[in-house]
């Protein structure tokens, strides 16, 4: 995708988001990026590019860097290193999962490349610290049971 997307801008993100209007006019309008991320972007091994994960984060970085989150609202367990974030059974649900989604108060990156860089990013809202995720997946469908019992008495305060 060099030259137009260099290493330093590619970035991954939810698919799951929120756009303003001036976002909306810049992805109809463009299309240099998303020819790059059509043509290279397939899931093959050896390349590390999913369209939907990757073309809008990138594009924002490249053309409005201040204009994005530093986070996402969603809560998502990469550990296992596939293709697919971890999936919750019905006995992966306590009160301990929960607490411990709603703990963080900061993002932890590492990056997929050989130098696997750790970066830590505080979420912050109107200017102050606030919890990160909103929302959380994967659940498999077993799970909701366990999760329905749980929320009436859970508050992450």
């Given at each position: ?19 303003t ?37 990138t ?17 998502v ?62 659940f498999?469908?077993?799970a ?14």
């Amino acid at each position: 995708m060099f030259p137009e997307i260099e290493h330093r801008d590619f970035r991954k993100g939810a698919q799951w988001f929120a756009i303003t209007r001036r976002h909306a006019i810049l992805i109809m309008s463009d299309n240099l990026y998303y020819r790059k991320f059509k043509l290279y972007c397939k899931p093959t091994v050896g390349r590390n590019c999913i369209a939907d994960e990757h073309y809008l984060p990138t594009l924002f970085k490249i053309v409005d860097p201040g204009g994005i989150s530093n986070y996402s609202v969603t809560h998502v367990d990469w550990s296992e290193g596939k293709w697919h974030p971890r999936s919750y059974r019905a006995a992966d649900i306590t009160y301990e999962l929960l607490r411990n989604i709603t703990y963080f108060n900061e993002i932890v990156h590492i990056a997929s490349d050989e130098t696997r860089t750790v970066t830590s990013t505080p979420c912050i809202l109107n200017g102050r610290k606030r919890p990160c995720f909103l929302f959380a997946r994967k659940f498999y469908p077993d799970a909701v049971n366990n999760l329905l019992k749980l929320f009436p008495s859970y508050t992450s305060a």
